[in-house]
Structures are given as C-alpha cells and as structure tokens.
C-alpha cells in the first residue's frame, strides 16, 4: 500500500471532517499529494485543525454545490483519484434542514460527477455514502449490496439518492468513456474513534459529558448498530481505490465496509463498556424521541471480504480502547498529529 499512494495526486472532498482528517492524515503519511475541498471547518475542536495537517496539503475552501468551483478545483491540480466524504451527515440535522441536506448529499454528488467526466485526469472515483441507504426493515440480518435501497428520514434517503446517482453515472459515462472512469460506492457501519466532535453523535457526547460535566442524554439506547473505528472503513477504501486504479470492472460498484457481528450492539452497551474502561460510572437519560430513527442497522460484507480481501482489523473492545485513548491524549494536551498517526501505524502493523 505504502509505494502505491507514493506521489498519487488524491482529492479528498470533506477532508476538514472526522472521517476526512483521518484519510487525510494517512494518505499523507503515504505520500500521497493530497488536495482537499471543504467549505469550513465543520466542529470546534477539530482534528484537521489539531493535526496542522493543512501545512501538508492543498487545501481548496468551496462548497460541492458549486458546480464551478469543483471543475475549477479539477482542472487546476489534476486528480488522480478522488474520494468523495463531503456530506450533510447527521440524521437530526437532516429533519431540521432537509434542503440542505439533499443539496449537499445529491446535487453535491451530481456536481463532483459532472466534473469528473469533463475531467481527463482522474481514473478512479469513491463515493462515500452509508449503511443507512438501504430500505430498513428492522432485521438483524446483514443488509448486502443488492439489497434494496431507500431511508425513512433525509438524510438515509439522500445517501440511497447518491447510490442511484453513483449507479447512473457508471452506467451512462463512466463504463465507456474515454479515457475510463471507475467509479465505485462505500457503505460503511457507525463510525467510532478520535477526533469525532459532532454534534448529537453518541462518542462526542459521552466524552463532553465525562470531562466537562454535562448531562448525557441519550436518543435511542436500545438501538443496535454495526460499530466500526474509523480506520476500519478507511483502510477499505484505500484497497477500493488500488483496485480501481487496476481498472478492473467488476470492482465500479457498491461496496459495504462494516465490522463482524459481534460489534453488532446497542448503543447502551457502548455506554456501559466506556464507563468500564474508565472505571467512572456515567450517568445518562433517555431523551424524548422526536424523530424516527432506526432501530437495528447490520450489514453483510461478505463481498469485500472474498473480492477485496479486506477484513475488519480491530475488535470493537479495541475499538473503543482507542478512541478514549485519543482523547485521553487530548486532555493531557499530548501532541495529537503524532497520537493520531501513532494509530494509524499501529493499525496498519495488525
């Protein structure tokens, strides 16, 4: 993986956010030539900005609903390869503001394709979608990849709406265009790990709750999700885009990236087992639930285990033993560029 990325000019979009920062990171520790597109800095306190990795990269301040601005944005520093993370992506949000959300999460994605097939330069094109896109019907079974898509509330929707965009783009453009464009989708489970400071996102929540005295209130304890570190999903995007890059076809499709099934537990069981590893009792309430939000959520990865060759690396009790770890780390005001990439090599040695 390491001499792969060496020099490769990659387009993160989003990279200023949770997900982003960490790809971000690691590409950078790769040698990648990295740009990123972002139109703020989305929390405060923020990984991107905590890590000075903004000194490494390209930074490019635009919003994915400007058409413009991303073909600008591609035609001055020639991506290779693209990873598209940029999104509206929390679901009380998407109740607040759907516009937004379905602005940013289709017409965003409509925007970067576009640019993509006026582009010569980029070959491989991943689009980060989510576990929610698909039509939910409370099971524990895995959903897999041709499972039927949909998503009760907008934002799950707008991500079932950017597969369909992903789908229709291969199919028209992509399979035949000249040069060719491989163009895949992830679906990744609830992430975990340092540096999350979202807003209503059970992690952030749990750590300003502990070290600045504030109510924990919970949503939806008893809801199971499929939870994952964040470099879990990561490191599978980066095999995605190598085999891309390949340019076999059979890989331009969907993808799901989530952790087996005994990470699969209820949101209360986080609770528990992050007051255990702290040895501090955290109290905390059921809010009233305003929203419909699902209650089970799995996903069956059986196809990028077999065709990708990739397999979750961490156990969901390591999971969680990092990400308090890092921010542990962050309290005692520990150099978190260093804490952050002292994970990553740590993870990529398993």
């Known amino acids: 993986m390491n001499s792969f990325w060496k020099n490769k000019h990659v387009l993160i ?25 972002s139109n703020s ?13 903004n000194s490494d990269i390209t930074s490019v301040v635009g919003d994915i609903r400007d058409l413009p601005a991303l073909q600008n944005t591609l035609s001055e520093y020639k991506p290779e390869i693209i990873f598209h993370l940029a999104a509206q992506s929390l679901v009380k949000n998407s109740y607040a503001d759907p516009v937004e959300t379905y602005s940013t999460n289709v017409m965003g994605a409509v925007n970067l394709f576009e ?12 689009n980060v979608t989510s576990d ?8 524990l079974r895995g959903y897999v990849e041709t499972d039927v898509l949909g998503g009760h509330d907008p934002y799950s929707n707008s991500k079932a709406c950017s597969e369909l965009i992903t789908s229709s783009f291969r199919s028209s453009f992509f399979k035949n265009g000249s040069p060719k464009k491989n163009l895949a989708s992830a679906r990744a489970g609830n992430i975990i790990g340092g540096g999350d400071w979202s807003e209503n996102r059970l992690i952030p929540d749990i750590i300003k709750s502990l070290y600045h005295d504030l109510p924990l209130v919970i949503r939806n ?19 995605l885009a190598e085999k891309l890059w390949d340019g076999e076809a059979k890989f331009s499709e969907a993808w799901n990236f ?13 609770v528990e087992k992050i007051s255990d590893y702290l040895d501090n009792p955290i109290k905390w309430n059921k809010s009233e639930q305003t929203f419909h939000e699902t209650g089970v959520l799995s996903l ?9 060759n990739w397999n979750p690396k961490l ?10 770890d890092w921010y542990r780390e962050f309290y005692a005001k520990s150099d978190m560029r260093k804490v952050t990439e002292q994970q990553i090599a740590d993870f990529a040695s398993l």
Do not use: M
């Open 13 to 37: 979009t989003g990279h200023t956010g949770f997900k982003g920062s960490w790809l971000t990171i690691w590409l950078t520790k790769l040698g990648a030539k990295v740009i990123g597109f």
């Open 41 to 53: 800095i989305p929390t405060d306190p923020s990984l991107y900005e905590l890590s000075g990795i």
């Open 115 to 126: 640019s993509v097939r006026q582009s010569d330069d980029v070959s491989v094109i991943v």
């Open 132 to 139: 929610k896109c698909y039509e939910n019907r409370e099971t």
């Open 221 to 239: 304890p008893n809801g199971v999700r499929p939870w994952q570190h964040v470099l879990d999903p990561l490191h599978g995007y980066l095999i």
């Open 258 to 270: 989530g952790p087996d099934l005994d990470s699969l537990k209820p949101v209360s069981w986080i």
């Open 300 to 308: 069956d990865c059986t196809k990028a285990k077999s065709e990708l």
């Open 315 to 324: 156990r969901l009790t390591d999971s969680i033993k990092w990400t308090v």
